[in-house]
């Protein structure tokens, strides 16, 4: 994982290393690789082992995987097979398809019966 927590400026080369949360304050960003298991849902209790931190951010409960956070994601399947739900439905994401996602409630599933490895860049937002 990469990331700042505040914005940008350069060339002070500002956000260089491995910042503590996984997810970013408002105007921060974080770059992150992470794979998910066959059969495994990124949840609370369950979180994935190259997203140590993961469970800290979970705002809901009951160990499902649903959540929401106060980012903008940017993501691309790199390898493997992912579920993205939403409220409204779901979509299958297979190798080199992208999703930008604005905050909104979700949970990631891979149902597939091999590892799926997914990258992501988030920025971090203020919810009103």
Request: net charge negative; with cysteine.
């Amino acid at each position: 994982m990469w990331g700042a927590d505040q914005p940008h400026e350069y060339p002070s080369g500002a956000g260089r290393g491995a910042p503590e949360a996984i997810f970013p304050p408002p105007g921060g960003s974080r770059f992150v690789v992470f794979s998910l298991s066959p059969g495994d849902v990124v949840s609370h209790d369950k979180p994935t082992d190259s997203a140590p931190g993961l469970d800290a951010i979970m705002v809901e409960s009951g160990g499902d995987g649903w959540h929401t956070t106060n980012t903008t994601d940017l993501g691309m399947v790199l390898e493997g097979e992912v579920v993205l739900q939403l409220e409204d439905g779901e979509v299958v994401l297979h190798s080199s398809d992208c999703i930008v996602q604005h905050g909104t409630r979700h949970r990631w599933l891979n149902r597939s019966n091999r590892a799926a490895i997914m990258v992501f860049f988030t920025v971090g937002a203020t919810r009103t």
